[in-house]
C-alpha cells in the first residue's frame, strides 16, 4: 500500500520524499524477527538497491508499458508461428495478431 503511496505521487521531489519515507519507516519496522518477512526484506533490499531509478522514472515521465505490449504481441506470434521457416510469415503472423482485422470481420 505504502509502494502505491509513493508511485502517486506528482512531483519528482514528492516521489523522493515519499520514497525516502517509505524506507524510513520499513527501516523502523523491525522485520528480521520472522523467516516468514524474509521476501519482504528481499523487496525492500531491492527498492534501495534501485531507488536511482526509481526517483528518475519521474523526471522522464516515460514507461515501457508499449515496450512489454509489443514484446507479448512478439511473443504470441512466436508461439502461434512454430515451424515456419520464412521470415515474412512470421512477420505477417505478428501483422494478423496485432491488427483489428477481427474487429472489422465482426461488425460486417
Known amino acids: 500500500e505504502r509502494l502505491r503511496w509513493v508511485?502517486?505521487?506528482a512531483t519528482p521531489q514528492a516521489a523522493k520524499w515519499r520514497?525516502?519515507?517509505f524506507l524510513l519507516c520499513m527501516a523502523e519496522t523491525d522485520l528480521t524477527r520472522s523467516p516468514v518477512?524474509?521476501?519482504?526484506?528481499?523487496a525492500i533490499?531491492?527498492?534501495?538497491?534501485?531507488?536511482?531509478?526509481?526517483e528518475s522514472r519521474w523526471q522522464s515521465g516515460h514507461s515501457n508499458?508499449?515496450?512489454e505490449g509489443l514484446n507479448s504481441i512478439f511473443q504470441a506470434?512466436?508461439?502461434r508461428a512454430r515451424g515456419y521457416r520464412?521470415?515474412?510469415t512470421f512477420i505477417s503472423m505478428i501483422y494478423l495478431i496485432a491488427s483489428p482485422v477481427g474487429n472489422l470481420l465482426k461488425s460486417t
Open 7 to 9: 508511485r502517486k505521487a
Open 19 to 21: 520514497l525516502s519515507n
Open 37 to 42: 518477512l524474509k521476501p519482504i526484506i528481499s
Open 45 to 54: 533490499e531491492t527498492v534501495i538497491r534501485h531507488r536511482q531509478a526509481i
Open 65 to 67: 508499458a508499449r515496450l
Open 77 to 79: 506470434a512466436k508461439a
Open 86 to 88: 520464412n521470415p515474412q
